[in-house]
């Protein structure tokens, strides 16, 4: 049986702005991260990943690739 592996990450400066509506992707993901802890994924299937420094940017993906890749292939 193949593992499946759910690899979650966002930075906590990463905002969705339009107009007078602004939501902050952090607070989405780690609400769907607990929704799937709760349907019984295990730290083995899942990884969340809050980066304080990151934004919605080349640059915080950049960064964090390289640890998102070796995990999710490390299965």
Not at 4 to 15: A, F, K, P
Not at 28 to 56: I, K, M, N, Q
Request: one cysteine or more.
């Amino acid at each position: 049986e193949e593992l499946v592996r759910i690899y979650l990450d966002v930075g906590s400066r990463e905002l969705f702005c339009a107009g007078p509506v602004e939501l902050e992707y952090g607070t989405d993901v780690r609400e769907f991260h607990a929704h799937l802890e709760s349907l019984g994924y295990g730290t083995d299937e899942l990884r969340f990943v809050l980066d304080p420094r990151g934004g919605h940017d080349e640059r915080s993906w950049r960064r964090r690739l390289p640890d998102a890749l070796r995990w999710l292939l490390a299965g």
